[in-house]
């Protein structure tokens, strides 16, 4: 938090000419301008991400950050929600941009077996290995070397809500999962469906099969469906499935029934909540709404949006899912040495609490002071993430091959999708997820 993000991410794709036409740039609605001196004056830096709106206008706030110290010139291109497709088409045409912002640890494992990737530099996994629990730099290493290092992170196990729809329907905070039902049957029959699901988005449908499937399966059958050892046919995903479906087909649960879900994107489903016209009371996703919330609609997180953990379900333990989005620096790019400046420099504290007091983001960098955060929402979401060390559960989606876990239209995204439109038939799209999973794992 998809990615997207972790993140989020992964919204609509641009036109590959309007693309080139970005990495080709010098000096568009896309770049900082350089400082005057600085050790990479007149040098520039070109850096492909998933992020829109206002996730790619804080994030350009954290590259001027590294113009002002660097002197570097900095361009970002977005690279749409298949970035795997997006960097092997530039780098096919030899355009590729320094450094890609990766939100699944399957693309970025990916890249690293094709030989795109540049090791970090010693500086970077240094800085890196001070800060950061080691399930991050696990995460960012293939084969024994470490190519990504996790800028930012999600938690992605959060339920974001508007006070004055659980005030009218007279509801808590869920403590289970059976109570967030019964809380958002609550909000129906007060006037407002319970959930604005982003189904246009594929990757908001695996997180919520994701959190429901660690709380009832419990973290080692995670660990192995995300590694492919245990088959989608599983009963354990059949009953996963099937908890979701139940959520899906009730029209009280799903503002506007699946048609309008499949027409929702992820902004606009923080729109239906937290918007001028509010259709929903619930929004589930990563701790990146409250910065939707806050930049799109003039919410204050804490106050005008609230969250609660997602729930234990059939008695499990409540999930904690994260996502991230990865640094990596590849191997053609035009100016390869000045992208592992801007990797370092993501690396430390610095960096981070410059998108903390911006909103929308958390870091695993023990390092980021947590007064950084521009509200105590923030501070103790990041605050939890961090404490969580190695028990974090990553993103099974993000962990899967490209194929199968991060491409629109196809692979998990799209069998979800269609699950969403038809749930009664879970043992059937567990076989559907089980043929494609064998496809892309090649097992």
């Given at each position: 938090?998809?990615?997207?993000?972790?993140?989020?991410?992964?919204?609509?794709?641009?036109?590959?000419?309007?693309?080139?036409?970005?990495?080709?740039?010098?000096?568009?609605?896309?770049?900082?301008?350089?400082?005057?001196?600085?050790?990479?004056?007149?040098?520039?830096?070109?850096?492909?991400?998933?992020?829109?709106?206002?996730?790619?206008?804080?994030?350009?706030?954290?590259?001027?950050?590294?113009?002002?110290?660097?002197?570097?010139?900095?361009?970002?291109?977005?690279?749409?929600?298949?970035?795997?497709?997006?960097?092997?088409?530039?780098?096919?045409?030899?355009?590729?941009?320094?450094?890609?912002?990766?939100?699944?640890?399957?693309?970025?494992?990916?890249?690293?077996?094709?030989?795109?990737?540049?090791?970090?530099?010693?500086?970077?996994?240094?800085?890196?290995?001070?800060?950061?629990?080691?399930?991050?730099?696990?995460?960012?290493?293939?084969?024994?070397?470490?190519?990504?290092?996790?800028?930012?992170?999600?938690?992605?196990?959060?339920?974001?809500?508007?006070?004055?729809?659980?005030?009218?329907?007279?509801?808590?905070?869920?403590?289970?999962?059976?109570?967030?039902?019964?809380?958002?049957?609550?909000?129906?029959?007060?006037?407002?469906?319970?959930?604005a699901v982003a189904g246009e988005d594929g990757w908001?449908?695996?997180?919520?099969?994701?959190?429901?499937?660690?709380?009832?399966?419990?973290?080692?059958?995670?660990?192995?469906?995300?590694?492919?050892?245990?088959?989608?046919?599983?009963?354990?995903?059949?009953?996963?499935?099937?908890?979701?479906?139940?959520?899906?087909?009730?029209?009280?649960?799903?503002?506007?029934?699946?048609?309008?879900?499949?027409?929702?994107?992820?902004?606009?489903?923080?729109?239906?909540?937290?918007?001028?016209?509010?259709?929903?009371?619930?929004?589930?996703?990563?701790?990146?709404?409250?910065?939707?919330?806050?930049?799109?609609?003039?919410?204050?997180?804490?106050?005008?949006?609230?969250?609660?953990?997602?729930?234990?379900?059939?008695?499990?333990?409540?999930?904690?899912?994260?996502?991230?989005?990865?640094?990596?620096?590849?191997?053609?790019?035009?100016?390869?040495?000045?992208?592992?400046?801007?990797?370092?420099?993501?690396?430390?504290?610095?960096?981070?609490?410059?998108?903390?007091g911006a909103g929308g983001f958390l870091s695993p960098?023990?390092?980021?002071?947590?007064?950084?955060?521009?509200?105590?929402?923030?501070?103790?979401?990041?605050?939890?993430?961090?404490?969580?060390?190695?028990?974090?559960?990553?993103?099974?989606?993000?962990?899967?091959?490209?194929?199968?876990?991060?491409?629109?239209?196809?692979?998990?995204?799209?069998?979800?999708?269609?699950?969403?439109?038809?749930?009664?038939?879970?043992?059937?799209t567990a076989a559907t997820l089980e043929a494609e999973?064998?496809?892309?794992?090649?097992?």
């Amino acid at each position: 938090m998809r990615r997207p993000s972790t993140a989020p991410r992964r919204i609509a794709a641009t036109t590959s000419a309007a693309l080139t036409l970005a990495l080709g740039a010098t000096a568009c609605g896309g770049t900082t301008g350089p400082a005057s001196g600085g050790e990479l004056s007149g040098q520039t830096v070109t850096v492909a991400g998933v992020w829109t709106g206002s996730e790619q206008q804080n994030f350009k706030k954290v590259l001027d950050a590294f113009t002002a110290k660097t002197g570097a010139k900095t361009v970002f291109v977005p690279s749409g929600d298949n970035v795997s497709t997006f960097v092997g088409s530039k780098i096919e045409g030899g355009n590729a941009p320094d450094v890609v912002m990766v939100p699944q640890v399957g693309v970025l494992r990916q890249f690293a077996q094709k030989g795109w990737l540049q090791p970090l530099s010693e500086r970077a996994a240094g800085t890196a290995g001070a800060s950061l629990a080691p399930v991050w730099k696990d995460y960012g290493t293939v084969d024994g070397t470490y190519f990504g290092l996790y800028f930012k992170a999600a938690h992605k196990s959060t339920v974001w809500y508007a006070p004055e729809a659980f005030a009218q329907a007279g509801v808590s905070e869920p403590k289970s999962y059976a109570d967030l039902l019964k809380a958002g049957h609550a909000l129906a029959d007060s006037g407002r469906p319970a959930f604005a699901v982003a189904g246009e988005d594929g990757w908001t449908l695996t997180d919520w099969f994701e959190n429901i499937y660690l709380s009832q399966a419990g973290p080692e059958k995670y660990d192995r469906l995300a590694r492919h050892e245990l088959k989608w046919t599983d009963a354990s995903v059949v009953k996963a499935l099937t908890t979701l479906g139940a959520l899906f087909k009730d029209q009280q649960l799903v503002a506007g029934g699946a048609r309008t879900a499949l027409r929702t994107d992820f902004p606009t489903s923080v729109e239906r909540v937290f918007g001028p016209e509010p259709e929903a009371g619930m929004v589930f996703e990563g701790d990146f709404v409250g910065g939707v919330a806050k930049d799109q609609f003039g919410k204050k997180p804490g106050t005008d949006a609230k969250f609660f953990p997602f729930p234990a379900v059939d008695g499990g333990k409540a999930p904690v899912v994260s996502g991230g989005d990865a640094a990596v620096v590849l191997k053609r790019a035009k100016n390869g040495a000045a992208g592992m400046k801007l990797v370092e420099f993501l690396a430390g504290p610095e960096a981070a609490e410059v998108w903390a007091g911006a909103g929308g983001f958390l870091s695993p960098n023990t390092e980021v002071d947590l007064q950084a955060y521009g509200d105590e929402v923030a501070r103790s979401t990041a605050a939890s993430l961090v404490s969580a060390g190695d028990t974090v559960r990553f993103d099974m989606s993000d962990q899967a091959p490209a194929a199968f876990g991060g491409t629109k239209g196809a692979g998990e995204w799209k069998v979800l999708q269609d699950f969403l439109r038809d749930p009664r038939d879970p043992r059937g799209t567990a076989a559907t997820l089980e043929a494609e999973a064998a496809k892309a794992y090649g097992n």
